[in-house]
């Protein structure tokens, strides 16, 4: 059986005028091909992200589509389908229907898909906060045991490197297997939302979990083939069924003849849909970083943040770097924090390639794929003007 | 026999026709730089105005804390640390962790043995 995996979720079409800007691109050079003939990709080290998708001018390299299944299942009134959507979607949505980019329609999106006919409309930002609680406790964790606080034996070592983009990860098994430990053992959001979705919010709104349907709506095509992968079925189902990219949403809309731009505000629904600002900043490069700050200051130091802008890791530089010093209470001193954010995987080897070879000073690394972080990602609005 | 003997240097008038002749190439050459900037810049100008919707929706929000989200709470206290908000717990650890690589096999067999169990 052919599955998605072998299949790869990104394939060059007969419209490639083998104009070679793609292998430019492309982090891992997965793609090749002589002068004059149609391109290929190499499914086995491509790692999904799309960069090459949304940068070709010809518009020849397309994403696997779950449109059809998605539409199946809302038709099914035997379904009940739930939708998240991604930090990143809100303020790129817009530009399909002619806003400028960075717009937020977050109440419209939520108004939207109710009009869809999703079950209920959830909120991915609600499994980011819940991600910063798992990673962020787990940080916390590693600099224990490093600093030998009794009864942390078990933690991981040091640096601790993020685990939310599906393209790093993917990269970080193919090519570096040894810096697996290093990675934090939090699922992403997407994931995260998925297990929580089928087992407590289908225990609270008294449905069958085998009957759910969990579609996300993402701003990227790796998440297409995370959903996809073998282990995420800790809720006894398959935890995210079927992803949709920014750009299938608002052809979705357009489809059913929807007037996005004149849609009354909506909100998203209770039990896993709440979120913060930590959560929002999650489709920028750095956010995770500054999010997972905001809290691992909060709860080491017990102290209330006067300024909760850690504007040191903000920018759009490939590699950031800055050391945040955080008053620890029960050690009694204070500890320098030393993070590192990574935007592009082209930049990301030397680091790797430090804290391989023991001389990294780092505590915890953010590595994003995308150039500029989610909001720039393989599933986003195209943009061809700008060529 | 009378040779003719070019004068040293240049006359005033092949002066000027060689300094325009630069002026206007520079003139030109800088408009299709300049056209040439403008374009790299705003084909990467979406991702700044992208990321500042971002921030600016950010600052909006009245809760800007992960740890402060009362749902995030709840779900600790009802489901995933009975009576406590306490991350990494061992529900948590079951629905909210993974692993990578050679590990995967392995957290396959532990997630369908857990299933297996529950029924």
Known sequence: MITLQDQGIIQVNNSCKACDHCTFICPTQAISGKIGQKHKINQKICINCGQCLINCPFGAIDDISMVDKVKEALADPEKFVVVQEAPAVRVALGEEFGLAPGTNVKTKMYTALRLLGFDKVYDTEFAADLTIMEEGTELIQRVYNALGVEGFEQAGPLPQFTSCCPAWIKYAEDKYPHILPHISSAKSPQQMFGAVAKTYAAEQLNIDPAKMVVVSVMPCTAKKYECNRPEFIASGYKDVDFVLTTRELAQLIKENNIDFLNLEDGSADKFIGLSTGAATIFGVTGGVMEAALRTAYEILSEKTLDKIEFKAVRGTEPVREATIEIPVKTLGKKLPVNVCVVTGLKHVDNVINDVLAGRSKYHFIEVMNCPGGCINGGGQPIRRDTY | ?119
């Open chain 2, 1 to 119: 026999m009378s040779v003719f003997i070019e004068k040293e240097g240049i006359t005033r008038r092949q002066f000027f026709k060689g300094a325009g002749l630069i002026t206007v190439t520079a003139i030109v050459a800088g408009v299709f730089a300049k056209i040439g900037i403008d374009m790299f810049k705003a084909s990467n100008a979406y991702i700044e105005q992208r990321i500042s919707g971002l921030y600016t929706l950010d600052e909006k929000m009245t809760l800007r804390k992960s740890h402060e989200n009362p749902e995030i709470l709840k779900l600790y206290k009802d489901f995933l640390s009975p009576g406590d908000v306490k991350p990494l717990s061992e529900k948590a650890h079951h629905l909210l962790h993974t692993k990578y690589g050679n590990d995967i096999p392995q957290l396959i067999a532990e997630l369908k043995n857990h299933q297996h169990n529950a029924a």
